[in-house]
């Protein structure tokens, strides 16, 4: 074998208008090709040096290469599944912080953007990432709807689409969309480890690998220059100035969605602070669109817009009225998130020289959308954002349509609040969907179904009308990081949904089953330690709960649960005991529990349902986008 193989490699796509099918893109190996857009890259490999554990694939790989044949979607000769799994070992080692706000640092002499730029250079992406053209998104809450927005208009506009957000629910690519679809397994695996490579052979005591998100925003840029799409949008990671995605220097157009108190161990414990790092994507003349914020954080914008000679425009939230159809993405915020997209999306295609030939002189008017962006609008997809999931694991959908529609139904309600301001959205989200939901089960309608996901996934079935017995109970499942405030977050949501008629029955307090120094794939068995995981937290926030439901400390309450053995379940009847809407402990009523594990608290919730046919559960999942992801695994599996 050699003892040192390099293996040069140039991009190629294989054109097809944009405005068709999607086109393919492929590797081609030992053969010169003529884009001048996209550069050539290497990967080098020292296949007898035994450093990391991960070069395993490397050799794979590079055997792969010197066959001198087009990598395939599924070649025989590459064990894709491990291979991947090698891949989130290696990327599970760039995270440096066990836990969220721990303060570590990567080491080095280099700052954040310093690096960026640096590591840029080994890769020889420094040049091409200016001729990305790239839409820049900043903003506490609604960053990722926007950017989805975004790119599902451009999409419906025939453009080649490349979207860059975080963080993912399930699996890495997620994160990583080419034309609406995330990047498949071997074209991830491809550019992962060419990256990785590259940079390992650079890597000194002061400049060390790039960590986690610096190195998905490096491998993003390598995917969409190599995958030469035509625009770019990018949802910052945290704050902005100082930003990984910061190393942008010439954005089409820069975008800041609301602003709230969220992050504060970072950015500031004042809104204007906030608003500050968030101004910092801006760059001089580009334009940049701000959703409607606060006078404290609008000031500071304004303030570091009109220092760099920016053109900033503050957009109104959307009219209904001026698109035909829905949008797919639930709540009455989106409106806010949409609106922003569509001024984003016109001025990309104005300063690109793309809007006279799409649509001619024509302006967006007042009372009427282009059909592309009314598309795009009613078709963007953005999981575990206001997203409901029937469970249907819960019950057979082969028996009759009668006895189904009596029988009772598992709803998840999942939305990854976890800012007060989000926490109030997702409250008024959530009580207009069950409204909605009971309001339909009066006089269900049945289908012939499989799976029923809403955000404008479309389901085929027969429908049926029949009467229904079922009684509805709602339910919390909640987990919060232990850096936000959940004395802030738990009575926000509450007095929402009160304010709105909606009470929960029971809240249910569990840990996750993700952690903050692995990176998993969505086949990913779960955790060993998932039933042995510490609960103070979550008695902590039990007994926050049970404070805010009586007015007053319920002691007894946590020493009860805390004698809870981690392989015990609920009884079915917990769900029915009900005296005010809680249930008794010694001279004190509780309305919720500490359930060791997540899958126990999945199961007791489908158990429930089966034991009682005629009980619908509508559960709401919120404090962590990590929880809905969670959530959304085991329902899939």
């Not at 991947?84 to 002499?109: F, H, N, P, Q, T």
């Not at 220059?225 to 157009?253: A, F, H, Y």
């Not at 952690?515 to 039990?542: C, E, G, M, Y």
């Amino acid at each position: 074998m050699l003892a040192h193989a390099t293996t040069h490699l140039k991009c190629e796509i294989l054109r097809v208008s944009s405005f068709h099918h999607f086109p393919t893109a492929h590797l081609f190996i030992d053969r010169t090709l003529s884009s001048s857009r996209v550069p050539a890259f290497t990967i080098t490999s020292h296949l007898n040096r035994p450093s990391y554990r991960f070069r395993m694939m490397s050799s794979q790989v590079m055997e792969q290469m010197q066959s001198n044949v087009v990598v395939k979607e599924h070649s025989e000769d590459l064990p894709l599944t491990s291979s991947y799994e090698s891949a989130m070992e290696a990327l599970s080692s760039l995270i440096i912080s066990k836990r969220r706000g721990d303060g570590s640092s990567v080491g080095g002499k280099y700052e954040k953007l310093e690096r960026m730029t640096m590591y840029l250079k080994i890769l020889d992406l420094e040049k091409d990432i200016g001729g990305l053209r790239i839409i820049h998104v900043a903003g506490t809450k609604g960053k990722g709807s926007t950017c989805t927005f975004c790119e599902a208009i451009l999409r419906q506009c025939g453009f080649r689409t490349g979207l860059f957000t975080s963080p993912h629910l399930i699996d890495v690519r997620e994160r990583f969309r080419i034309n609406g679809l995330e990047i498949s397994e071997d074209k991830f695996l491809q550019y992962f480890w060419n990256c990785w490579y590259q940079l390992e052979e650079k890597i000194t005591e002061d400049l060390p690998m790039p960590p986690f998100f610096q190195f998905l925003i490096l491998l993003a840029f390598k995917v969409f220059i190599c995958e030469q799409v035509d625009v770019v949008i990018v949802e910052v990671g945290l704050g902005g100035k100082r930003d990984s995605t910061n190393v942008i220097k010439e954005p089409i157009v820069c975008g800041i969605t609301s602003l709230g108190m969220d992050h504060m161990e970072a950015l500031g414990n004042t809104l204007g602070q906030i608003a500050f790092h968030k101004a910092g994507i801006l760059k001089p003349h580009v334009p940049a669109f701000v959703a409607p914020q606060l006078s404290e954080a609008m000031d500071v914008i304004q303030e570091v817009a009109r220092g760099l000679m920016v053109p900033l425009e503050v957009v109104a939230p959307l009219d209904c009225k001026q698109m035909d159809g829905k949008l797919s993405l639930a709540g009455d915020h989106q409106f806010i998130n949409a609106g922003l997209a569509v001024s984003l999306s016109k001025c990309w295609l104005q300063r690109t020289g793309n809007w006279e030939k799409l649509f001619g002189r024509q302006d967006i008017l007042e009372d009427k959308l282009p059909e592309a962006f009314c598309r795009g609008l009613s078709t963007a997809y953005l999981s575990g954002r206001a997203e409901i999931v029937y469970d249907t694991s819960s019950k057979s959908f082969s028996s009759s349509k009668v006895s189904e529609c009596s029988s009772g139904d598992l709803v998840f309600y999942l939305d990854g609040a976890h800012s007060p301001e989000s926490m109030e959205v997702c409250g008024r989200w959530f009580s207009t969907a069950i409204k909605a939901n009971e309001k339909t089960s009066s006089c269900s309608r049945v289908k012939d179904r499989e799976q029923v996901w809403s955000n404008g996934h479309v389901q085929h079935g027969t429908e049926e009308m029949v009467e229904s017995t079922t009684i509805s109970k709602q339910i919390l499942l909640f987990n919060c990081m232990e850096v936000r405030d959940p004395q802030v977050l738990l009575p926000r949501l509450v007095s929402t949904c009160a304010s709105s008629g909606s009470h929960f029955s029971k809240a249910l307090f569990v840990p996750g089953m993700s952690t903050h120094n692995k990176v998993t794939s969505a086949a990913s068995a779960i955790p060993a330690d998932s039933f042995s995981r510490d609960l103070a937290w979550q008695f902590d926030l039990q007994r926050l709960w049970e404070k805010l439901m009586h007015g007053k400390e319920v002691d007894d309450v946590i020493d009860m649960e805390s004698k809870m053995d981690a392989a015990a379940i609920l009884p079915h009847e917990f769900l029915y005991e009900d005296a005010s809407n809680c249930s008794p402990v010694g001279n004190h009523f509780t309305c919720s529990a500490v359930i060791p594990s997540l899958p126990l608290a999945i199961n007791w919730l489908r158990d429930c349902v089966k034991a009682n046919p005629a009980v619908r559960i509508q559960v709401l999942v919120t404090g962590s986008l990590h929880l809905v992801g969670d959530v959304l695994k085991l329902l899939r599996k």
